[in-house]
C-alpha cells in the first residue's frame, strides 16, 4: 500500500532524522547520563536533562511522533518499517 511513496522521499526523511540525532539527541547523551530524571514524588513532576525538552519538541516540530500514523488522526501515513528505522536513530 506504499508504492506512492518515492525512494527520494524515505531517503530524505533517513537523512533528515540521521542528521537530528547526530545534531541534536546525540550530544544530549552526557547531559542525560550525568543529570538523569528527577522525580519530585511530592510536585508529581519530572526533571528531564539539560536539552531533552528542546530536542523533544524539536523531534515533535518534525512530526515524528506520529509518523507511521493514519493520516486520518494526523499522522504522516508513512510506512511501519521506515518508522522503526527512524526509531532506531
Same mark, same amino acid.
Not at 500500500?1 to 539527541?25: P, R, Y
Not at 528527577?38 to 510536585?43: A, G, K, P, Y
Not at 539539560?50 to 506520529?66: D, V
Given at each position: 500500500?506504499? +508504492?506512492?511513496?518515492?525512494? !527520494? $522521499?524515505? @531517503? /530524505?526523511?533517513?537523512? +533528515?532524522?540521521?542528521?537530528?540525532? #547526530?545534531?541534536?539527541?546525540?550530544?544530549? @547523551?552526557? !547531559?542525560?547520563?550525568? +543529570?538523569? &530524571?528527577?522525580?519530585?514524588?511530592?510536585?508529581?513532576?519530572? *526533571? $528531564?536533562? $539539560?536539552?531533552? *525538552?528542546?530536542?523533544?519538541? /524539536?523531534? &515533535?516540530?518534525?512530526?515524528?511522533?506520529?509518523?507511521? &500514523?493514519? $493520516?486520518?488522526?494526523?499522522?504522516?501515513?508513512?510506512?511501519?518499517?521506515? @518508522?522503526?528505522?527512524?526509531? #532506531?536513530?
Amino acid at each position: 500500500g506504499f +508504492e506512492s511513496v518515492e525512494d !527520494s $522521499t524515505i @531517503n /530524505q526523511f533517513l537523512s +533528515e532524522v540521521a542528521k537530528m540525532a #547526530e545534531d541534536v539527541i546525540f550530544p544530549l @547523551n552526557g !547531559s542525560g547520563d550525568r +543529570e538523569g &530524571c528527577v522525580h519530585d514524588r511530592d510536585q508529581k513532576t519530572v *526533571k $528531564t536533562p $539539560t536539552g531533552f *525538552k528542546e530536542a523533544y519538541k /524539536q523531534f &515533535c516540530q518534525a512530526g515524528l511522533p506520529a509518523f507511521a &500514523c493514519d $493520516t486520518r488522526y494526523g499522522g504522516l501515513g508513512m510506512p511501519a518499517s521506515l @518508522n522503526t528505522a527512524i526509531s #532506531e536513530m
